[in-house]
């Protein structure tokens, strides 16, 4: 079992920054694939980017990439958004995942209870 924790959410104004933060316990997460994703009112849940625990290759969906970075230390998953527009408004939910890369939400395992990210104009 893995379990997931997000924080880190707020209120920010268009072009300010946020960092998530996701902190991580259970089993070893060596051999998993960690994602982020999003979800804004009336809208599917999107991809926004994925890391490899071990190794460290990093995933990103083509709207945030250039503005958003995933990163990792020993127990936590961060996502470092710089550069935030209205549209990454959302709930972001931190995720994870044996082995497989995805950018499918209904292939990831385990996930955290969401933070709310508001960016206003």
């Known amino acids: 079992q893995v379990q997931l924790v997000e924080s880190g959410g707020g209120l920010v104004q268009a072009g300010g920054s946020l960092r998530l933060s996701c902190a991580a316990s259970g089993r070893t997460l060596s051999s998993y694939v960690m994602g982020w994703f999003r979800q804004a009112p009336g809208k599917e849940r999107e991809f926004v980017s994925a890391?490899?625990?071990?190794?460290?290759r990093t995933y990103y969906a083509d709207s945030v990439k250039g503005r958003f970075t995933i990163s990792r230390d020993k127990a936590k998953v961060y996502l470092q958004m710089n550069s935030l527009k209205p549209e990454d408004t959302a709930v972001y939910y931190c995720a994870a995942r044996p082995y497989l890369y995805s950018t499918i939400h209904s292939e990831y395992d385990y996930w955290g209870q969401g933070t709310q990210v508001t960016v206003s104009s």
């Open positions: 890391i490899r625990w071990s190794g460290g």
